[in-house]
């Protein structure tokens, strides 16, 4: 669960949150720290070198939901999605896709991959990263992605920033 549980998608609400992200400290070095609220434990977010990832959105559970209605809830975080992202292009320019699918499969052959995809994974996470980069003059990559970690889990929006560039590593294997 984040911290955006039971709130509904407010597309002013993600803008705003997405372009925040641009102006916070990022930590310099150190280890991945997932965020918690202290009183319910909800996600808030994850920092880690360079680079922090917030909620931005959660669906409800899918716990005994079952197509068309699981197909419904897909289908709506992917709008949700494409709607922040074409607002996005209108400000900072075509965006471009980050399939995290080689990341994803060296991680589950047990080779170590970047700290920034190893965190979204560890927040089950596994969407592609619809990202831009350097905006403005930040210097900093922006993206978001929608995931779940099984059919029963909420779909989750979230977005990230980092000082660096995000891409895809080679499919090199």
């Known amino acids: 669960m984040t ?12 803008l705003a949150d ?7 400290p990022l930590p310099g070095s150190g280890p991945v720290v997932a ?3 202290p009183e319910t434990g909800e996600w808030t977010g994850t920092g880690g070198d360079g680079f922090r990832i917030v909620p931005l959105w959660e669906g409800d559970a899918l716990t005994g939901v079952y197509a068309p209605e699981w197909n419904d809830a897909q289908e709506a975080a992917e709008a949700h999605l ?3 992202a074409a607002e996005l292009d209108r400000r900072w320019g075509p965006h471009h896709a980050v399939p995290l699918h080689v990341p994803l499969l ?5 080779a170590r991959v970047d ?3 190893e965190a979204l994974f ?3 996470l596994y969407g592609d990263l619809v990202v831009w980069g350097p905006v403005g003059g930040t ?3 922006a993206g978001v992605t929608v995931g779940h970690s099984d059919g029963d889990a909420p779909l989750v929006l979230a977005a990230l920033v980092s000082d660096r560039p995000v891409n895809a590593p080679d499919d090199d294997r």
């Open 122 to 124: 560890r927040q089950d």
């Open 106 to 110: 060296r991680r589950q052959e047990g």
């Open 115 to 117: 700290p920034l995809f």
């Open 139 to 141: 210097g900093r990559w």
């Open 82 to 84: 494409a709607a922040l």
């Open 18 to 24: 997405v372009e925040a992200l641009l102006t916070v």
């Open 35 to 37: 965020e918690g609220d």
């Open 3 to 14: 911290c955006r549980a039971g709130e509904p998608f407010a597309l002013a609400r993600a």
